[in-house]
């Protein structure tokens, strides 16, 4: 198929809005910009138009998609119960980069859930991305817009390089403004779950919530056969195909373990300040002290450093946790397959 290209920054754009719209409306599915990463839409109550994101991607079936809205009233009609706290997280952070997970309502397909009871709902702030949802005129389900298991996409170009002729078309709406996903939060027990890092900070949402859980699997390998709260965490991750290893340490002690275990297509992933301090070659995710800096590169500084000419082994910087940096550390730790070596 032919992938079309659309350019949309808000609704002013409203020519294309509406073709896309149309696709959408029609079954097919679309890249759109989101402030978090590009995500792959389709309408998210049909489900044979669904079946074909998990068909692009490569997606496991059993991976739940999030259902993007415009506005707060639309998870009405999606959910069958909205817990007070969901207003008022929506309320400080929506439209925004928060994903809420709440016992979904029968009209969402099984597709869209994996299965599962429950269904995940989020605002997103870019303008395109809110004027095509509310001309398609449906609840939109988006995973991100890359293959399975490769880094999420970041610009138009990058989701080309991954699903150029699979795909109906892409809306170009820019770089992302935050560069990491979403943070999902659970608000189906007592105590709200925090099951994914992300745009939003654990801190930021304690301001709102009081308690919050951090789910073990932010941090953790989960076992194929554990049972995960976020089905998505159990899978392969944002991988560049190169092995890639975090190595905690000093920029000294970094550098000499580097030196003395580099090989021909070893290469660095390390902080903008630390571009000229190796022999190897080097590609940098952001300031060393900036981790919105380092969350808006991370994903591009992957697919740039795998493309690296005969790159088959990376050795990265241990980003910090605070923060955004839990979010930087969660997709580094995945791409990483969970090996750091501590020094
Ligand atoms: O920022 C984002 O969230 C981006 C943009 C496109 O909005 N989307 C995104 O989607 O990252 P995806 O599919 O790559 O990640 C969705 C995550 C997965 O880890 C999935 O397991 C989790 O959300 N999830 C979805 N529905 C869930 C549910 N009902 N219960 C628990 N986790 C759920
Ligand atoms: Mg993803």
Redesign the pocket.
């Known amino acids: 198929m032919q992938t079309r290209v659309f350019t949309i920054h808000s609704g002013a754009d409203a020519k294309a809005v509406r073709e896309v719209a149309d696709i959408l409306k029609n079954g097919g599915v679309v890249a759109i910009p ?1 402030e ?4 792959l839409a389709a309408n998210a109550l049909d489900a044979a138009a669904v079946e074909k994101i998990f068909a692009a991607k490569g997606r496991p079936q059993d ?4 259902v ?1 809205v415009a506005g707060f009233d639309d998870i009405r009609a999606l959910t069958s119960r909205v817990p007070a706290r969901a207003r008022e997280l929506s309320r400080r952070f929506w439209p925004g ?1 928060l ?1 809420m ?1 709440l016992p979904k309502a029968n009209c969402i397909p099984d597709t869209v ?2 299965g ?1 009871p ?3 709902v ?1 605002m ?1 702030a870019h303008p395109a991305a809110l004027a095509v949802i509310q001309a398609a005129g449906v609840p939109l389900a ?3 817009a890359n293959l399975s298991g490769g880094p ?1 996409p970041t610009t138009a170009a990058h989701v080309l390089n991954d699903l150029d002729g699979l795909i109906d078309a892409v809306v170009d709406g820019g770089e992302c403004a935050v560069g990491v ?2 943070t ?1 939060v ?1 608000l189906l027990d007592e105590v709200p779950r925090l ?2 890092p ?1 745009g939003i900070t654990p801190g930021q949402l304690r301001e709102v919530l009081g308690n919050l859980i951090i789910d073990p699997a932010v941090y953790a390998d989960i076992e194929r056969d554990q049972k995960p ?5 159990k899978y392969k991750h944002y991988s560049p195909r190169a092995r890639l290893v975090i190595v905690k340490g000093s920029l000294d002690a970094f550098r000499e373990y580097v030196e003395t275990h580099e090989q021909p297509g070893s290469a660095v992933l390390c902080f903008e300040e630390e571009l000229d301090a190796f022999s190897v070659p080097c590609v940098s995710f952001g300031k060393r002290a900036d981790a919105a800096d380092q969350a808006r590169q991370l994903f591009d500084a992957l697919r740039r450093v795998d493309a690296l000419p005969g790159v088959n082994f990376i050795f990265a910087r241990h980003p910090e946790t605070e923060g955004m940096g839990l979010a930087v550390y969660n997709r580094l730790l995945r791409a990483a397959a969970f090996e750091v070596i501590t020094l």
């Open positions: 989101t978090t990463v590009y995500g991976n739940p998609l999030i993007h980069p994903t997970v859930s994996g599962l429950t269904v995940a989020r997103p988006a995973p991100s999420s996903e979403s999902v659970s099951l994914r992300g709260s976020s089905p998505g965490m």
